[in-house]
């Protein structure tokens, strides 16, 4: 058996990630129709009709954007779905513009913003954790996929460091190399809390997919491109972890299963 090695401290969670782009143009855009639309219904009698209507509709649209806590969490899939109509409407701009990653690392940090808040006061009791397989290294070959304590905790990615942190605390996690894999082992499992790391397209698709289900999202690293030795900030996953999960179990209970081996 190894010594044990010292896991990353958790700490606190990060600020969210330009949250405030996709809220000023969610929330700001109908709110500036709606002002536009009632100055024709004072100005202009013909019309009048017409231009309250469209303001009136304009404020609906708005109106998701001030959701907070348990009234988002009720209303949480036709919220997410009318956000993400917006990033998803708004992405070929973005990308036009060269910014298609800050926009929906934007709407990320927005709907993270939202889920802290959520969960701030009453954590969740049952999360589920998804993790994509490409954190593994390309070349090592342990069967994570099948069980994840087939790791060797060598230390090369970051696969040892969750391992050992999820046997700990008794974490329920995936680790899977299909996105519809991830979306159905969530359904199956019914958690009240995803969180899930991806590429910033895959937490995009994720957040559109599942819009029933709080996901708080961590966005990968790509060092090497797409799908190959990706990283992400485990500090990040933990104090997720700690700060909107019920913990299950003291830490010191259950000793990590510690192989002899490299990757
Ligand atoms: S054995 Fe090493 S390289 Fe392979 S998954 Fe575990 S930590 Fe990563």
Request: glycine residues 8%; positive net charge; charged residues 20%.
């Amino acid at each position: 058996m190894k010594e044990r090695r010292a896991l990353p401290a958790p700490g606190s969670l990060p600020p969210e990630f330009g949250g405030g782009l996709f809220l000023w143009v969610r929330r700001g855009a109908p709110l500036a129709v709606a002002v536009l639309a009632f100055t024709g219904a004072a100005f202009h009698a013909g019309g009048r009709g017409w231009w309250m209507l469209a303001g009136v509709g304009a404020l609906a649209a708005a109106w998701p954007s001030f959701l907070r806590g348990d009234a988002f969490l009720r209303n949480r899939a036709a919220v997410m779905r009318q956000d993400c109509l917006w990033a998803h409407a708004l992405r070929p701009l973005a990308q036009w513009l060269g910014h298609e990653d800050d926009w929906i690392l934007s709407f990320c940090g927005h709907n993270n913003q939202r889920v802290r808040e959520a969960f701030g006061g009453r954590r969740a009791k049952r999360a589920l954790i998804l993790l994509p397989h490409c954190i593994q290294m390309a070349r090592c070959k342990a069967g994570i996929l099948d069980d994840l304590q087939a790791c060797y905790d060598c230390g090369l990615c970051s696969v040892g460091d969750y391992m050992n942190a999820a046997l700990m605390h008794r974490w329920e996690g995936r680790i899977t190399n299909r996105s519809h894999k991830a979306y159905r082992e969530a359904r199956e499992y019914r958690p009240d809390l995803v969180v899930a790391v991806s590429c910033t397209d895959r937490l995009l698709k994720g957040l559109t997919k599942m819009p029933e289900i709080p996901c708080y999202v961590i966005p990968l690293s790509l060092p090497h491109g797409m799908c190959v030795d990706t990283d992400f900030s485990v500090p990040h996953l933990f104090a997720a972890m700690e700060t909107l999960v019920e913990s299950r179990r003291p830490a010191a209970e259950i000793q990590p299963l510690r192989r002899e081996g490299i990757a």
